[in-house]
């Protein structure tokens, strides 16, 4: 139909880089892989990132869009562990309380900081940020919001590695 040779459409898939802050992978250390999906701004769009990635730490938290609602249920397998970060940690700590293990987190720093001091460095981690909610609580957008991610976690990864 396009009359695309396939090695070029193969190539073109290898060398495609995606859009940053949109299930980004952006580090992988040893057995570890660190996705940054801060444009993730309400459930429906970390949903997708749940059902692509396996042994979740999930970072989630931050400003809650109005009225939404997280179906937990069919990921919760997935998930080790989510940190829950920001402002409004009580309203993720009722979308998953009693579903999947949680600590709670003033800031993005700590919940970095907490990540690299207790991780089990043999396991095969996704270390999945992906809000599911509105940056606005600590941050001016979700751009500036996944630098931040992204700079913590390279930083203390030279720290404790």
């Given at each position: 139909?396009?009359n695309i040779k396939?090695k070029f459409?193969?190539?073109?898939?290898?060398?495609f880089?995606?859009?940053?802050?949109?299930h980004e992978?952006?580090l992988?250390?040893?057995?570890h892989?660190?996705?940054?999906?801060?444009?993730a701004t309400s459930?429906?769009?970390t949903?997708?990132a749940?059902?692509?990635n396996?042994?979740i730490?999930?970072i989630?938290?931050?400003?809650p869009?109005?009225?939404?609602?997280?179906?937990?249920d069919?990921?919760?397998?997935?998930?080790?562990?989510?940190y829950?970060?920001?402002?409004?940690?009580?309203?993720f700590?009722k979308?998953i309380d009693k579903?999947?293990?949680?600590?709670?987190f003033n800031?993005?720093?700590t919940?970095?900081?907490?990540l690299?001091?207790?991780?089990d460095?043999?396991r095969?981690l996704t270390?999945?940020?992906?809000p599911?909610s509105?940056?606005?609580d600590?941050?001016?957008n979700f751009?500036e919001?996944?630098?931040?991610?992204?700079s913590?976690v390279k930083y203390?990864a030279?720290?404790?590695n």
């Amino acid at each position: 139909m396009f009359n695309i040779k396939k090695k070029f459409f193969l190539s073109s898939l290898k060398s495609f880089k995606g859009l940053p802050h949109r299930h980004e992978f952006f580090l992988k250390i040893g057995n570890h892989t660190f996705i940054n999906d801060s444009k993730a701004t309400s459930f429906e769009s970390t949903k997708f990132a749940l059902k692509s990635n396996n042994n979740i730490i999930w970072i989630t938290g931050g400003q809650p869009k109005k009225n939404d609602k997280f179906d937990i249920d069919q990921f919760k397998e997935k998930i080790i562990k989510a940190y829950i970060i920001g402002n409004h940690k009580n309203f993720f700590i009722k979308q998953i309380d009693k579903k999947i293990k949680f600590e709670t987190f003033n800031n993005l720093n700590t919940a970095i900081y907490r990540l690299f001091r207790t991780f089990d460095k043999k396991r095969k981690l996704t270390i999945l940020f992906s809000p599911a909610s509105a940056s606005y609580d600590q941050f001016k957008n979700f751009v500036e919001r996944g630098e931040k991610f992204k700079s913590l976690v390279k930083y203390n990864a030279k720290k404790f590695n």
